[in-house]
């Protein structure tokens, strides 16, 4: 008796506790009252974070929240990169959060990130004088490591890239800060871009305003398209892509 006696006393005790528990749950688990954040923010103002974080916090409670799910959700908001979320009492949560770096201008309406993962900055107002760089869905990486190599090789002749892009079909091209299309094209590109760095002190340099855009898609010359002529001159044999 006396056995059975301990055993119900553990089973009430643990009711009790579990009864507790439920009510101080119940009782912690209030709707959020403030959202903080924290973070080193130098192009987005906490307001234009608060008025994007409300949202996705309206209707929480403090403690059956998901900070996973809210993180991932926050990730979503253009110029985060990172996002770290806590609880803090009383009825908080506070967002640790880290601003994307925008390298250039991606596709005409995004950025990209120093690791080429665009994202994007509306409503915000795009950096200036960003180089403009364009390729398929997931080439940012690739184009952007490019545009690094290119600029290094350019820079050695005073010129720099303006815009650089690649085609759905893999096909290269670059504008130069003169305004200058360049053609690559996908075959050959080494090869090519050191004909014209060599037809450019050569003689192109001398006449860059005159110049549309300079074609190296042939086996060894180049295909000039001046300012007023319909037809580009031709120096090479055929083209090639």
């Known amino acids: 008796m006396a056995h059975r006696g301990s055993v119900i006393g553990v089973l009430l005790l643990v009711v009790v506790l579990g009864a507790g528990g439920r009510a101080l749950w119940t009782w912690l688990d ?4 403030r ?3 924290r973070g080193e923010l ?38 985060l990169n990172e996002v770290r979320i806590r609880r803090e ?6 967002f640790e959060l880290v601003e994307q770096v925008p390298v250039a201008h991606w596709n005409d309406d995004r950025l990209l990130n120093p690791s080429g993962e665009s994202f994007t900055f509306a409503p915000l107002a795009a950096p200036e004088g960003l180089v403009h760089l364009a390729g398929p869905a997931g080439s940012g990486a690739e184009v952007l490591a490019y545009h690094d190599a290119l600029n290094k090789r350019l820079a050695e002749h005073d010129l720099e890239l303006r815009q650089l892009r690649l085609e759905a079909r893999g096909a290269w091209r670059l504008q130069t800060d003169d305004g200058i299309w360049v053609m690559l094209g996908r075959r050959n590109r080494e090869a090519r871009l050191a004909r014209f760095l060599a037809a450019w002190d050569r003689e192109f340099d001398a006449v860059a305003s005159h110049i549309r855009y300079i074609d190296l898609r042939y086996p060894n010359g180049v295909a000039v398209a001046w300012h007023g002529e319909s ?3 031709e120096e090479s044999e055929a083209k090639q892509s």
Do not use: K
């Open 30 to 33: 209030r709707p959020i009252e």
């Open 35 to 37: 959202v903080s954040i």
């Open 42 to 79: 130098e192009r987005v103002s906490a307001d234009y974070l608060r008025s994007q974080l409300a949202p996705l916090v309206r209707g929480q409670t403090w403690l059956s929240a998901d900070l996973g799910e809210l993180r991932e959700q926050a990730r979503d908001i253009g110029w």
């Open 89 to 94: 009492w009383p009825y908080a949560l506070v």
């Open 231 to 233: 037809e580009p001159v």
